[in-house]
């Protein structure tokens, strides 16, 4: 293993850990939220970003091992959904106003 590979496995851990972390925080301040707000989560948007950045460079890693993954851009979407500051948090709303 060279070194640029290194440092590319050790960044793709990391934005996975990221994610997952993050997750669990903005998760948390989804459900401390108040009825009429939403709570602050210092965090943002930024952990269903960088979970979907690292299922994007995931995957062709995994198809070099000869792993093929069906459909990809549904895998790389999915980070922005779960996390309840992205997408996901704008279909909770819609609704929950409905």
């Not at 993050?22 to 009825?35: D, F």
């Not at 299922?55 to 993954?69: D, Q, S």
């Not at 922005?80 to 279909?91: A, E, F, H, I, R």
Request: charged letters at 10%.
């Amino acid at each position: 293993m060279t070194g640029g590979w290194l440092i590319g496995l050790i960044l793709l851990s990391m934005a996975w850990l990221f994610f997952l972390l993050g997750l669990a925080v903005n998760v948390q301040a989804a459900w401390r939220a108040k009825p009429e707000g939403r709570a602050p989560s210092g965090l943002g948007f930024a952990p269903g970003v960088v979970g979907s950045l690292a299922v994007f460079f995931t995957i062709p890693a995994l198809a070099r091992y000869g792993f093929e993954v069906p459909w990809p851009w549904l895998w790389i979407l999915l980070p922005l959904v779960l996390d309840p500051y992205c997408l996901g948090g704008l279909l909770i709303r819609a609704l929950q106003r409905r």
